[in-house]
T-cell receptor
Framework: EAGVVQSPRYKIIEKKQPVAFWCNPI?????LYWYRQNLGQGPELLIR????????DSQLPKDRFSAERLKGVDSTLKIQPAELGDSAVYLC????????????FGPGTRLTVL | KNEVEQSPQNLTAQEGEFITINCSYS?????LHWLQQHPGGGIVSLFM?????KKHGRLIATINIQEKHSSLHITASHPRDSAVYIC?????????????WGLGTSLAVNP
């Protein structure tokens, strides 16, 4: 069974440019998470979807970040415009449901903003 | 004080050694996750457990709900076990089903 797929794996952009990350969760997983992980820190939840509904986006910087999961499967996370401080690893995870259900993580996208 | 604390923060071992990583938490939980993160970012879920003990290959995880403590053991450690091991528990505060993450234990196994 395929795991969580993310692309690209690495992205280098200049500040003020837009960037988008894509995630394909494990088939059948209705809960999808986007995390940001800064160097030396634990992942920080940006947004959680239950199917196509964003049920927790309290930590998403809405002035420049947006996300969508239109058909309740794949999801994209966008930053526009990117800032130097956005350099981090962006992780996507999925689970059968929220709460105590086991989360399965993708390989992450390492973003470097120059 | 973090709600999830891990020890040690860093650990260096020789190949073949038995390794123990500890996790203590202060919140009520229904389950606890152990995850592994290699350099490069990818996170792999190792265990999710709510009681007792689970074993997968050379990895063993135990949890004591009453003491709010869990341990991750690696038997016959190998250099490929070198990674950051993270303990995480779900927070049910309000409607936010977030994971509360420990800061991780960085393990280096030398040949």
């Amino acid at each position: 069974e395929a795991g969580v797929v993310q692309s690209p794996r690495y992205k280098i952009i200049e500040k003020k440019q837009p960037v988008a990350f894509w995630c394909n969760p494990i088939s059948g997983h209705n809960t999808l998470y986007w995390y940001r992980q800064n160097l030396g820190q634990g992942p920080e939840l940006l947004i959680r979807y239950e199917n196509e509904e964003a049920v927790d986006d309290s930590q998403l910087p809405k002035d420049r970040f947006s996300a969508e999961r239109l058909k309740g499967v794949d999801s994209t996370l966008k930053i526009q415009p990117a800032e130097l401080g956005d350099s981090a690893v962006y992780l996507c995870a999925s689970s059968l449901g929220a709460g105590a259900n086991e989360q399965f993580f993708g390989p992450g996208t390492r973003l470097t903003v120059l | 004080k973090n709600e999830v604390e891990q020890s040690p923060q860093n650990l260096t071992a020789q190949e073949g050694e038995f390794i123990t990583i500890n996790c203590s938490y202060s919140v009520g939980i229904s389950a606890l996750h152990w995850l592994q993160q290699h350099p490069g970012g990818g996170i792999v879920s190792l265990f999710m457990l709510s009681s007792g003990k689970k074993k997968h290959g050379r990895l063993i995880a135990t949890i004591n709900i009453q003491e709010k403590h869990s341990s991750l053991h690696i038997t016959a450690s190998h250099p490929r076990d070198s990674a950051v091991y993270i303990c995480a528990v779900p927070s049910n505060a309000g409607n936010n089903r977030k994971l509360i993450w420990g800061l991780g234990t960085s393990l280096a196994v030398n040949p």
